[in-house]
């Protein structure tokens, strides 16, 4: 039987109420949200915060809208919400690849972006989709917000520029025309964590890759980016070969382990192969809207 | 220790209990209500399936005191007024258990399932029980009888219906 150790237990009322009860708390607080990571950590004693400060009631974080030219989606969201959220997907396909892959149905309810991010286990999806689209993430402290690239977010296993006392608020994503991405994940069974995954968000200016964004997860990759492979992208035409190289690059700067999810090989074998086919599936998406034709079928 | 109300299937209790007590033991060993299975403790079998308010939830992955205020929905408010629900029906019909251990979460997500989509297809029945572990059935008549269920009056159970909104005790 797993029982975590003793904790203390607030709810908070507000965003404010939550600084507050973070500040009197001490760094050994820690914010409650879906609990699907934080709950099993502390079951397992790999976490024993002090305080837990219960974010759940907080509705005006869990919100999800198109703004201008802007995807805000608040840390409080569920999974089950981006994924049911139309305008998102339709904007990023990537974010629907990838929620549909998360966890299962039951733990997508209460699973929040917010606490995936948060957590930063080496294997989360989220972070590598988020470093991919080059979304911002904002963070509420005591004396206001800072936003931090989400490139610049995470510093390492498990570890955030999030400090004791603030709290991530939402999470933002730029909408720019021209645009295609995807999500692709391996892993051993369904509902299970990324044996490895990548995802691509591509930009064109006609046949010319414009701007890219490339993210791993689960094989090693810095800051859950494949930059040099991104680097090689720009500037250059969105073929096939490209993409391949592209695949290999990314393979090549990644630094992943053997594991119970597989060897290190295989991790990297997957590295280049999924990078390569999340290039030609937001290739696929940005075409159609690119020469103003229809969607092909199955091109989702 | 902290103070907590909890509805279960319509029924407040008021309880204090510590912080770190997990749902499912909250359930179980402080009401009682023994027919949700804690399984593997790990959120990934499902056997402890419960609804928090409108929404399932692995009850091992969650704390009691995060319950407080809020009404929980277990097997044994599935039959309503004495009914049986129709998932309960199909799953004895179509032979959808053998041992019985998943069984109490199988159908705390079907019936979730069914108030949000009265007609699934196999492949949506198999999708929202994914995240829950069969070890006797195959799953084949787990998807059986919840198609049972929704070919025999899944509609007729109206929202609402069930927990606090009888006794209309705690809001949500
Ligand atoms: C069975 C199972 C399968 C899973 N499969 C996958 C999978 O395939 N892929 C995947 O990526 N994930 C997977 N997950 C993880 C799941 O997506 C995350 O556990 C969950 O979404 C984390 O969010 P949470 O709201 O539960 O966070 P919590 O557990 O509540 O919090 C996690 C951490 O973030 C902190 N935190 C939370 N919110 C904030 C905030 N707003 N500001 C500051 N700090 C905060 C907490 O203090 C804690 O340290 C799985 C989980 C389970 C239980
Ligand atoms: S006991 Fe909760 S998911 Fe297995
Ligand atoms: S009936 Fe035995 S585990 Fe499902």
Redesign the interface.
Known sequence: MQVPAQVEYEQAASVEHALDLLARSGPEARILAGGHSLIPMMKLRLAQPETLIDINGLSELAFLEVTGDELRIGALTRHAGLLAAAGAGEHFPILHDAERVIADPVVREWGTIGGSLCQADPSEDLSAVFAALRATMVIRHPAGIRTVPAREFFTGPYETVVAPGEILTEIRVAIRPGGGSSYQKVGRRVGDWPVGAAGAALWLDGDVISGTGIGLTAVGARHFVAAEAEEFLRGRPATEENFGRAGQIAAENCQPVSDQRGPAEYKRHLASELTTRALRAALRRAAPRRAGGQRRPGDG | M?QITVTVNGEAHAREV???L?LIHFLRDELGLTGSHWGC???NC?AC?VWLDE????SC???A??A?GHRVRTVEGLAVGGRLDPVQVGFSECHGLQCGFCTPGMMM?ARWLLDRSPDPSPAEIR??L???VCRCTGYENIVRSVRWAAEHGAGGHEPGEHSGAATGSVPA
């Open positions: 902290r510590e912080p770190r997990l403790d790990t959120s499902g399936v929404v399932p939830v692995k992955t969650v704390l005191v995060m407080d997500t999708e929202a994914s995240g829950q």
